[in-house]
């Protein structure tokens, strides 16, 4: 590029000496120290705009330069720029894609250890507690006395006076009288309650609920010890 503005102020000089030549032929003839020393000006003028052409093109050719080369940095960095974000994107894809990956493993992994795993079975269903159902364990008669109706008190008291009124004389026999009046009417009471007794029964019963109860009944039962039976009414039924 220098060698080409080099050439080129050589053909500006050149043509500016030509035209100062033609010039001052056309006129009259000076001398030869004038010759010489307007020669001399005019070369060192045409020097001088030589050199300012050159120096300013020059400058031009630099500001290109330098342009051009800002221009090819500025790309360079823009290319830089771009292959380092799609890395980057790259490399957030790659990393995207090993976590699901490993997600599905881990969610593969556990579903196959929850498959291989015996389930525990299931907890037992609670029967519901029946509150008036149990078991027989036993069933006891019992001899009940009957109740006095007072006849056996009258009839007992008179025999006892009786009996009384036989023994001794005067105040003791009426003292024995009293006494037998008295006695012979706890007899004869004991007497007809005896002659009433009459057979009842105990109930031991084991109840669903855990504990154990004693129903007493008049009635002889329909059932036997290990029966299953239920309470109504304080009454107990087989079931």
């Known amino acids: 590029m220098e060698a080409k503005l080099y050439k080129n102020s050589k053909i500006s000089i050149a043509a500016l000496l030509l035209l100062i030549v033609i010039t001052f032929g056309a006129g009259c003839s000076p001398s030869p120290e004038e010759t010489a020393a307007q020669n001399q000006a005019i070369a060192e003028k045409a020097v001088e705009e ?21 221009a090819e940095m500025e790309e360079k960095m823009r290319k830089e720029e771009a292959v380092a974000a799609a890395k980057a994107e790259l490399i957030a894809e790659q990393r ?29 269903v609670r029967k519901a507690v029946c509150t008036t159902c149990g078991v027989v364990v036993a069933v006891n008669a019992v001899e009940v006395e009957g109740k006095g109706s007072g006849l056996g008190v009258v009839a007992g008291g008179a025999a006892g006076g009786l ?16 006494i037998g009046v008295i006695g012979g ?21 084991n109840m669903e609920t855990g504990e154990q109860l004693v129903v007493h009944q008049a009635e002889a039962p329909n059932f036997l010890a290990g029966d ?12």
Do not use: H, M
């Not at 030589?50 to 800002?70: D, H, S, T, V």
């Not at 490993?102 to 907890?123: F, H, L, M, W």
């Not at 299953?228 to 079931?239: F, G, L, Q």
């Open 96 to 124: 995207a894609a090993a976590a699901k990956a490993k997600a599905r493993a881990i969610a593969k992994a556990k579903e196959k250890q929850v498959a291989s795993t015996p389930q525990p079975p299931p907890p037992p």
């Open 185 to 205: 009417a706890i007899a004869g009471n004991k007497i007809e309650k005896k002659s009433k007794k009459v057979t009842e029964y105990d109930i031991v019963i």
């Open 163 to 178: 009996l009384g009124n036989q023994v001794g004389q005067g105040t003791g026999r009426d003292v024995a009288t009293i």
């Open 50 to 70: 030589a050199k300012k052409q050159i120096l300013a093109e020059q400058a031009a050719e630099k500001e290109r330069q330098e342009a051009a080369f800002a």
């Open 228 to 239: 299953k039976v239920r309470i109504e009414n304080d009454v107990v039924i087989k079931k």
